[in-house]
């Protein structure tokens, strides 16, 4: 009964005007930034973050999180169109989607995209809002030696996970320690490492290293990059899928949901290692597994319900336990901080509107 109270009392909040209007904004943002190859929700969110700012913990959540929720949806329409990943989560729709559309079932696949993101979506918000509460107050039993390990945990999981030689990677946690000592001291009041510079007194800004890191380093690295653009020209029609594309593809859509939950609460693994996962689930449990890369419909749902089921899930690490599972959390744990929010166990109690308005919001973003 508590959970339905508070799910009320997100609805309230969320259906006012402006709350309504962010969240058709960050959405329409999002879906725009999936469709555009080479951008992203990390490049797109960094960059918007000190916009944000004005909106208010509520209002910038929000955006923050359509933009989010519709990259994920939006990198679908190009991998199947054009064979062009909009956004990493969605390379593995290019196997399956693009063979659809050159058979002209280019509306089938956009159509099953759509509703799988939307039932796997709803499915990972209803798990959002009946797993963080308990595991929320669960953290709150926490001490000192259960934070720290909790640290030293994300700290390995971050080296481990990294790509290339492991001293990089070491070498990268070890810097990020020591740019995080930026600032006064907090027990001696001291100035460290600061070099008798005013700006830096309060610390490194979290908005210029998140755009520098993630926003314009992403932008320009893509630039960098050519692709090779093969657009089929098909008519799309019958976007709505038949009976026999359900029946095909539900247990697709339902296995894809359950692996992208369970994968969005790993640190470091996120929507892509999700849809990955799902497809390759799919053609191991298919009866006819060599049919897939030749256009089963099944290879365009599972993977983009575990995408859309991930970014639901991820929320939880991060607004429970206050460790961002992956980049785009990490900006968003930013984010909540320059609220002047600190996530983790007290959040859900101390600022209920922030967490309870996500849920319906999500809902609504799909």
């Known amino acids: 009964m508590e959970v339905i109270h508070n799910l009320f009392f997100g609805l309230g909040v969320v259906f006012q005007p402006q709350i309504l209007t962010f969240c058709f904004v960050g959405c329409v943002v999002g879906t725009l930034v999936g469709v555009l190859p080479g951008l992203g929700p990390i490049a797109t969110i960094s960059i918007l973050l000190p916009a944000s700012l004005a909106l208010g913990p509520v209002g910038g959540m929000v955006m923050l999180a359509g933009i989010y929720y519709g990259a ?36 089938p696949a956009l159509g099953i995209s759509a509703f799988g993101s939307f039932i ?12 963080a509460p308990p595991l929320a107050e669960a953290t709150l039993a926490f001490g000192p030696p259960e934070y720290f390990s909790l640290i030293i945990c994300g700290l390995t999981l971050v080296t481990f996970l990294a790509k290339g030689a492991m001293w990089k990677a070491l070498l990268m946690a070890a810097v990020g320690v020591f740019l995080s ?7 001696l009041g001291t100035p460290r490492f600061t ?10 800004g979290l908005a210029p290293v998140a755009m520098g890191l993630f926003g314009i380093s992403e932008v320009l690295v893509n630039l960098e990059q050519s692709m090779e653009v093969s657009i089929y020209k098909t008519k799309i029609k019958n976007i709505l899928p038949t009976l026999k594309d359900w029946r095909d593809s539900i247990w697709a859509i339902l296995r894809g949901t359950t692996i992208g939950f369970f994968i969005g609460l790993l640190p470091g693994g996120g929507a892509l290692l999700s849809s990955f996962t799902s497809y390759a689930v799919e053609k191991k449990i298919s ?7 030749t256009g089963v419909i099944q290879g365009v749902a599972g993977p983009e319900a575990a995408n859309n089921a991930a970014t639901g899930s991820t929320f939880i690490p991060l607004l429970t ?15 909540l901080l320059m609220y002047g929010l600190q996530p983790g166990p007290l959040l859900i109690k101390e600022n209920p509107q922030v967490f309870w308005v996500s849920s319906p919001v999500c809902i609504l973003e799909m």
């Open 287 to 293: 009866k006819h597994p060599e049919d897939f890369g």
């Open 72 to 107: 994920m949806y939006g990198g679908s329409t190009t991998s199947i169109l054009l064979n062009i990943p909009g956004e990493a989560a969605s390379v593995v729709t290019c196997l399956d989607g693009y063979q659809m559309a050159r058979k002209g079932r280019a509306g």
């Open 321 to 335: 336990l206050g460790i961002p599972p992956n980049a785009t959390m990490a900006i968003m744990f930013g984010a």
């Open 181 to 187: 000592t930026v600032g006064t001291d907090e027990l």
């Open 120 to 131: 796997a979506g709803t499915g990972s918000v209803l798990g959002l809002m009946l797993i």
């Open 195 to 204: 070099f008798d510079i005013p700006e830096m007194v309060d610390g490194l």
